[in-house]
């Protein structure tokens, strides 16, 4: 078993990848880089599965089992948002447009995911062959913390809650990968971890909202989120 897990930050992406006792961290340009990687299964932090009015059921009932931080889980992407509107100018233009066909706005923070999603959802219509899917990071932290979600990442408590999760799953390069391999990257902190909690959804999870059958696009990619 290979697993892969991504995690976007402004520079590109956090690549952490797990194969027995080999592990790996990899600060990558484009999620195209997968097309030259073996694996067996990758997990992405961003939208697999895009729906016209940007409302997905995997996204409200992640939301509902992180309550009471229910805002982790960001909603509202539509295909046609960056398709339409030009990146990063357009951000009124395309709220307008939203609001004229009677559907919700979009943050701020989630305009400036824009090209990370449309990349992301390029590559997977491009690759279905590759077995690629959807997770979110603090979904799989509270899957290891016993069901109980996290205190914010943004926080000393947060982030120290986090490596010890993910050194408790074996991954004992953690420290060196927060201390020495990121630097200079632009990457964060906890986007190394979220790279890392993608790779154990990609390792180890069963688990997915919705559970069973899920919705698909107009694409026919699926609308679920693993953990």
Known sequence: MIAIGLDGFRHGWVAVTLERDRH?????????????QRFSRAAIDMPVGLSDDGLRACDLEARAL???????VFTGARRWLWQQFCYPDDYAQA???????GQPRVSLQLWHLGPKIIEVDGFVRAHRQLDIRETHPELVFRRLNGGEPLPSKRTAEG?????????????????????KARLGTGAKADDVLDACACALAARDSEACVPQGEPLRDQYGLP???WY
């Open 66 to 72: 992180l309550r009471p931080h229910a805002s982790r």
């Open 24 to 36: 790996a961290v990899e600060f990558i340009e484009s999620v195209s880089w997968l097309a030259a």
């Open 95 to 101: 709220n307008a447009a939203a609001s004229q066909r």
């Open 159 to 179: 982030l120290r809650l986090r490596c010890d999760l993910v050194r408790g799953q074996g991954i004992g390069a953690i420290d060196d990968w927060l201390t």
């Open 223 to 225: 609308m679920q989120i």
